[in-house]
């Protein structure tokens, strides 16, 4: 017993040596930062010099007109975001099923291509140009006329979600799971005389709801962090209607320097994720059988 217990002391002594460089890592670099951003968020803060302002940044926040501005603009967008680029693959690796195995592979090979974030929306961007973009050549070779695509904005941040189809990932993880299914729960329910549609609502979507829970949550939170799209492709315009709440962030701590402020925008953002997860992961079941 003796000699057990002082070999598990060893193991675990042994185990925190393992463990301890990664938490080290994670307390420099995730947690630090992190409650140094709350103290931030209730100072002046400059490189030089800082001063406790208590809840100022966040009352100038909540009458800064750019503020409901950059809120719609980030839920507009995650909206979009869940019903282009999240739902469309979905539906596609669903009907997928009902195809020959040679499609189904051909689909999985585009899914799985890689496509450079940076690089692809640099290729976009180019291809959004009203004057000698390329959906503009093809649009005039159908007859129609061209748009304005990233400088209309009715259409910009549309423009800013469609790249999703082409760089969504997850499409494999979806096949995956459908694929995962048991041939025959499809064969009873065929055998009683079940539809493509009864096959679907009865079969498929409930076996694809833990999956669905975990993506549309990894969803939710990187579509109100939209970033790199519009700070590439339009810069927050035209007339800010791409401008997301992260995009105001960086104009607020890196542009114009004031840290306390940008750092203030990002706890609302916090707290704003923070609740719909909680929504989320109260009324969206896992459970299958639920």
Known sequence: MIKEKKGSKISRKIAILFIAPCLIGITIFSWYPFFLGFLIAFQKYSIFTTKWVGLQNFKNLFNDPMFPIVIRNTFYYAFLSIAIPFLI??????????????????MMILWFLPAGGMGSLLLLKWYYNPNYGLFNQILNWLGLPGLQWLNDPRLAMICLVLPGLIMYGPGLIWIATLQSIPDELYEAAEIEGAGLWTKIWHITLPRLRPIIAVLLLLSVIGSMQMFSQAFLMTGGGPNNATRTIVMYMYNCGFEMLKFGYGTAVAIVLFIILTIMVIIQRKFFKENIDV
């Not at 693959?89 to 051909?106: G, N, T």
């Open 89 to 106: 693959p979905i539906i596609v690796a669903i009907l997928l099923l009902e195809m020959k195995r040679s499609v189904i592979r051909i």
